[in-house]
Nanobody, 112 residues
Framework: QVHLVESGGGLVQPGGSLRLSCVAS????????VYWYRQAPGKQRELVAY????????YYEPSVRGRFTISRDNAENTAYLQMSGLEPDDTAVYYC?????WGQGTQVTVSS
């Protein structure tokens, strides 16, 4: 298992941008895919984006496609979720997941 810590959340106006980071401990981070999930109040946790270990395959939930970009830096044991064109419906706690481990989450609030 790896230990994951997310950061970068906050309050942003509609149309704004944020970059979330997920820093992993341990040497095995680079061989596992990374997933970003989010959970809005009263809703189930949903998969937002995925990246494989070599950054060759990506997946985006349709509502974020074209606005969010997932990336990773294996040398830094870090994954990112660049979010632009943020909308109120993007408000949620965002979690990263890798190798069966979850971070504690970071709150993203989109509001004017």
């Amino acid at each position: 298992q790896v230990h994951l810590v997310e950061s970068g959340g906050g309050l942003v106006q509609p149309g704004g941008s944020l970059r979330l980071s997920c820093v992993a401990s341990g040497s095995m981070f680079s061989i596992y895919p990374v997933y970003w999930y989010r959970q809005a109040p009263g809703k189930q946790r949903e998969l937002v984006a995925y990246i494989d270990s070599l950054s060759t395959t990506h997946y985006y939930e349709p509502s974020v496609r074209g606005r969010f970009t997932i990336s990773r830096d294996n040398a830094e044991n870090t994954a990112y979720l660049q979010m632009s064109g943020l909308e109120p419906d993007d408000t949620a706690v965002y979690y990263c997941n890798s190798h069966n481990s979850w971070g504690q989450g970071t709150q993203v609030t989109v509001s004017s």
